[in-house]
């Protein structure tokens, strides 16, 4: 079983910036490929903001490309991501996710951490 704790969510202008952190309690975090889900208000189903592999490559939906950057330090068992010119559409709850890549495919998820975009 692994745990995800994430950190960094709140209230911010429009234009502003947040840096998420989601923190995994696994002694073997390179088995893991991470990701960033949010959720808007009123929506039924989670968005794929972004993606990296164990290996490092990094996808993004369209709707954040060059304002999101997704990272992660094997070290510190930790992903980020990195928000800047933030819009009211990006309001949501975020949630980090992680997908074992070797042996069986565990898929686990965070509680997920508020972003408020608004003046």
């Known amino acids: 079983q692994v745990q995800l704790v994430e950190f960094g969510g709140g209230l911010v202008q429009p234009g502003g910036t947040l840096r998420l952190s989601c923190a995994a309690s696994t002694t073997d975090f390179m088995l893991y490929n991470m990701a960033w889900y949010r959720q808007a208000p009123g929506k039924q189903q989670r968005e794929l903001v972004a993606?990296?592999?164990?290996?490092?490559?990094?996808n993004y939906a369209d709707s954040v490309k060059r304002r999101f950057t997704i990272s992660r330090d094997n070290a510190k068992k930790t992903v980020y991501l990195q928000m800047t010119s933030l819009e009211p559409e990006d309001t949501a709850v975020y949630y980090c996710n992680a997908v074992r890549i070797v042996g069986s495919r565990y898929i686990y998820w965070g509680q997920g951490t508020q972003v408020t975009v608004s003046s």
């Open positions: 993606t990296i592999t164990s290996g490092g490559s990094t």
